[in-house]
């Protein structure tokens, strides 16, 4: 009997990158605020070597001044992610893949269970919006 494992992994392939991709990213994507992330995201036509979903983590400078609070923040959204990863697979349709860009914009630090709250609240929303 063979069991559909779920894979908690978010390797390199799956970082978004790129210049072309990323400007493609910010300005054709959809917008949503979900405090406190900004959330871009651009669904395309399903790529055979690409990976369904590409995620693009971002903590202003501006905001943090110090590199290892601005690590601690992105550690804490990739984690959060790669356990709610998914949720938002599933909700992808099919031959369809997405970018997304998850973007922290509080300018305060915010648990680990909060920001996957707000991750998980975004699966739920982009299955309504394809």
């Known amino acids: 009997m063979i069991e559909n494992t779920i894979n908690f ?3 390199k392939k799956e970082h978004l990158t790129g210049k072309i991709n990323i400007e493609r990213l910010l300005k054709e994507g959809k917008i949503n605020k979900i405090y406190p992330l900004r959330i871009i995201y651009l669904f395309l036509e399903q790529n055979t070597t ?3 979903a590409s995620v693009l ?3 202003p400078k501006a905001k943090f001044p110090s590199a290892t609070q601005r690590n601690l923040i992105k550690r804490r ?3 959060a992610y790669r356990l709610h990863k998914n949720l938002i697979l599933k909700a992808i349709p099919q031959n369809k893949m997405l970018h997304l860009g998850l973007i922290y914009i509080s300018s305060k630090f915010s ?3 909060e920001i996957g709250d707000k991750i ?3 699966s739920e929303l982009i299955r309504f919006d394809v």
């Open 57 to 59: 983590i971002s903590v």
């Open 50 to 52: 690409e990976p369904k």
């Open 111 to 113: 648990k680990f269970s």
């Open 120 to 122: 998980r609240m975004f």
């Open 77 to 79: 959204i990739r984690e």
């Open 9 to 11: 992994r978010f390797p």
